[in-house]
């Protein structure tokens, strides 16, 4: 039981560059999301996923795209890095039913676009 | 509008005191998940403690509590007996709802705990 994985640990991108973010979680979670970090400030919700084919937006979902083809895996795609987007990317998941509070997080993803 | 709001961006703390981290929130929907999560420097997110809105008692978890006060709307972590890896960034975090994974963050409180 890995939890939930990220790759990759870091990342260096030129403006205009794409790329793909990944995130898996082997729990079987029907809840998942993406957030960034950025210096000074908490977590903010970037896409959300409440089950395999459903997304949704979240507070700062612009210049980003999900998918969730499966349970295990919840993507995210960059379509055009601009500097704005240098942050620490966390993906994170949670069981639907049973214990509601825990949240897992992977370890996440540092991003720099230069 | 910010729904989380952590007043303190540091504290300090001695070695096996305890100490009580701030946080204050609001929300129009009655059900709410309140959360408490600590990053060391290594970056990683970790759960310490969830509170439910309709929970009647307090959440404890080990040296860690939560000082759930609902008409206030505040939900303050207390860490009993300092040590001196409890030295992180603490974040307070709430979610509207229950079909939902989305977190609402406050800004941090740095924790150091002097020896």
């Known amino acids: 039981n890995a939890g939930v994985t990220q790759t990759p640990k870091f990342q260096v991108l030129k403006t205009g560059q794409s790329m793909t973010l990944q995130c898996a979680q082997d729990m079987n979670h029907e809840y998942m999301s993406w957030y960034r970090q950025d210096p000074g400030m908490g977590l903010r919700l970037i896409h959300y996923?409440?089950?395999?084919?459903?997304?949704d937006q979240g507070e700062v979902p612009n210049g980003y795209n999900v998918s969730r083809s499966t349970t295990e895996d919840f993507p995210l795609r960059l379509l055009s890095a601009a500097p704005s987007q240098t942050s620490v990317y966390f993906c994170?998941?949670?069981?639907?039913?049973?214990?509601?509070?825990?949240?897992?997080f992977g370890p996440g993803t540092r991003l720099t676009v230069t | 509008a910010q729904k989380i709001t952590q007043t303190q961006p540091g504290m300090f703390v001695q070695e096996k005191e305890a100490v009580t981290l701030d946080c204050t929130y609001d929300?129009?929907?009655?059900?709410?998940?309140l959360f408490w999560y600590k990053q060391p420097s290594s970056g990683e997110m970790i759960f310490l403690i969830y509170?439910?809105?309709?929970?009647?008692q307090n959440a404890t978890e080990g040296r860690y509590s939560l000082n759930f006060q609902k008409a206030r709307k505040s939900a303050n972590l207390v860490i009993s007996a300092s040590q001196l890896g409890d030295s992180a960034m603490y974040f307070c975090a709430m979610r509207e709802g229950r079909a939902t994974n989305k977190l609402i963050f406050g800004t941090g409180t740095l924790l150091a705990v002097q020896p």
């Open positions: 994170a998941s949670r069981r639907d039913a049973g214990r509601l509070g825990e949240q897992y």
């Open positions: 509170q439910g809105s309709y929970d009647q």
């Open positions: 996923s409440v089950g395999a084919g459903i997304t």
């Open positions: 929300t129009s929907d009655p059900s709410y998940g």
